[in-house]
């Protein structure tokens, strides 16, 4: 006699695989990867920033000094600034076969049109008073620039260099096009297999190191900034 299967309950269903947005698991079994991740984009975002401000600093007095070049170091710099990223690294690549350098160079060429701009802003913008003064005591012009007109342009310095720094910090997770991009190749990873938890611990790092950049930023300017507090 066959016996019936009507009262028997049907075999459960298997439950997919837990795939959470945030778990510590996964921070203990990647510790490694997330480290080497985390500095190679502070790394690249520090020199990148270092490196355009020594380049963006001599451009900008430039302009300062000679008002005809101001509108030709601008909008030089505003072109590099409008070639999108994906295709400025693919571009520079070939060039170098040198995924570290390609990024490095690329992000540069990015923050040089901000603090080009914001540095010669803030040295438009010292009181024209104060300059003639200082003229009028006999100081050469690399000493008034050293002593006066930069320490005076020192907000707008720092403006652009938190502008800079967190637009490179954002702009690192890109170079993952040619194999070197910090906390992107994480997020890369992450959406390729569609692990959550590799995608949103990778994004939160990638905003707490903008953060942090951009708070340190601006304490310090305010540390050189203290007539700015007294007004305020």
Same mark, same amino acid.
């Given at each position: ?11 459960? /269903?298997? /439950? ?11 921070? =203990?079994?990647?510790? +490694? ?114 002593? !006066? =007109? ?9 403006? +652009?260099?938190? @502008? ?7 702009? !690192? ?37 903008? @953060? ?8 310090? +300017? ?11």
């Amino acid at each position: 006699m066959i016996g019936s299967t009507a009262g028997l309950a049907a075999p459960a /269903a298997a /439950a997919p695989p837990a795939n959470p947005w945030f778990t510590w698991r996964y921070v =203990e079994n990647n510790w +490694g990867d997330l480290t080497t991740a985390l500095s190679q984009h502070v790394t690249l975002t520090a020199q990148a920033v270092l490196i355009a401000l020594a380049l963006a600093l001599p451009l900008a007095v430039l302009a300062h000094r000679r008002p005809r070049l101001a509108g030709p170091i601008l909008g030089a710099s505003g072109v590099l600034y409008t070639v999108p990223a994906l295709a400025l690294f693919a571009m520079i690549y070939p060039l170098l076969w040198d995924p570290r350098t390609t990024v490095l160079i690329g992000l540069v060429m990015y923050a040089l049109l901000v603090l080009v701009r914001n540095i010669l802003v803030g040295l438009q913008g010292v009181d024209r008073g104060v300059v003639d003064a200082a003229r009028g005591t006999g100081l050469s012009p690399g000493r008034m620039l050293l002593s !006066v =007109e930069l320490p005076l342009a020192v907000p707008s310095i720092f403006a +652009g260099l938190r @502008l800079a720094t967190v637009s490179t910090v954002a702009l !690192v997770t890109i170079g993952i096009i040619v194999g070197y991009g910090g906390l992107g190749q994480l997020l890369y990873r992450g959406f390729n297999s569609q692990y959550r938890a590799e995608i949103a611990t990778a994004t939160v790092l990638t905003l707490a190191v903008a @953060l942090l950049a951009d708070v340190a930023l601006m304490l310090v +300017g305010r540390a050189l900034t203290p007539w700015a507090r007294g007004r305020r």
